[in-house]
DNA sequence: CTAGGGTGTTACCGGTCTGTAACTTCCAGA
DNA sequence: TCTGGAAGTTACAGACCGGTAACACCCTAG
């Protein structure tokens, strides 16, 4: 029941919605692929008939998160055609909102916490999205008109991660209430030093 | 060979060191007692004949590590001692070469985004540190002189934090590398805005 | 020397894990 | 209506998991 999802689609897609969704709240290794396919309502069988391993699983799930994250990018640049300080300011009240949505963190710092392996084709789709990530959030800055924008991005950046494991261990009433005062104070501070 | 820690000493004292070493380097859920046992020098029954089940074993690990980490806070009192403001910077020094000494992030997260169970025993060890740890970090910064020192507190925890899963994620040469100067750069601009 | 507790050894239990084989059912398109 | 492919079903392989029982051993304290 509370792993649903199994509205009618095609297998494939309730599979990777289904093992997204496990994967999120139970962990990589704390789900098995049986669980996965029968609260999908789908079968073993057809799971490796899409997926070669559960691995490539794991990485496809990551790739969609990927997408979804990119996506929300791409809907700051659509409200705020232009206005990269408005898209930044988007970005850290969204960022503000997922701290409050579950207890659980980001799914890329949690695979790259499980998935030890340094070789495990996971690392790479993790470090790939990061790096995005990253790459948009300094655009954002410089296109604000920060001097130090890499700088200012970097230090979002660790403040949003560190936000987010302080929610998964002491809970979202800890420092991670902060975090927008943190964010709003760091922009204003490096906009006073700015270079443009 | 790589999980040695075999060395002479109770059984119970050198599962527990063998253990910290491979939820470390692997993760919890991917260690399982037996390796642990083999690794240790020992067996499988003389480890539960001290540690009642795995569970116990895991919280016994992380309290081992809220001992080592009390220690540390414990060494700059005594390098520094009623110096906060150098207690301050001895953090920022120790959190950044941690930064560099492997891969993994801090256990404490680690482990809580592997165990998700919410009422699972290592949870509240878990918060319990981190909770600690913060009102650690807030004294020093109060006794530095600091006007908002629980927010720098805040803000430099978070930093640290996400710091360590950066390394994680995206490796020790991403954004983890200019946290010392994002550190000091709060510890001047808190300092420039003191109230007394 | 002896007694006893801590330790090591072997075998086992029931369960779960990823992954596969062989077969049946269903359904859409020609 | 026929056909082919996708999906479902059942059973299984082989490994590993956490945890326990029964018993042999060794070393030290008395």
Chains 1, 2 share one sequence.
């Not at 929300?72 to 930044?88: N, S, T, V």
């Not at 929610?167 to 443009?196: C, D, H, K, N, Y």
Request: with cysteine.
């Amino acid at each position: 029941m509370t792993d649903g999802v199994v509205e009618r689609s095609r297998p494939r897609d309730r599979i990777l919605e289904t093992a997204r969704d496990m994967f999120h709240k139970h962990g990589i290794k704390g789900v098995g692929v049986d669980a996965i396919t029968e609260a999908a309502g789908t079968n073993k069988m057809t799971l490796y008939r899409h997926f070669e391993s559960k691995d490539e699983l794991i990485v496809e799930c990551l790739r969609a998160n990927a997408a979804k994250a990119g996506a929300m990018w791409d809907a700051f640049e659509a409200e705020f055609p232009g206005d990269k300080l408005a898209q930044l300011h988007a970005w850290v009240g969204k960022a503000a909102a997922m701290l409050n949505t579950d207890g659980r963190g980001c799914d890329m710092a949690n695979a790259a916490a499980e998935l030890t392996e340094p070789d495990h084709p996971a690392r790479l789709v993790i470090k790939e999205l990061k790096e995005a990530q990253r790459e948009r959030l300094v655009t954002l800055c410089r296109g604000a008109g920060i001097g130090q924008a890499e700088l200012l991005a970097d230090t979002l950046s660790l403040l949003f991660e560190g936000a987010r494991v302080s929610v998964q261990t002491v809970g979202a009433e800890g420092p991670s209430t902060q975090f927008v005062r943190m964010a709003e104070g760091l922009i204003v501070s490096f906009r006073g030093t700015a270079a443009g």
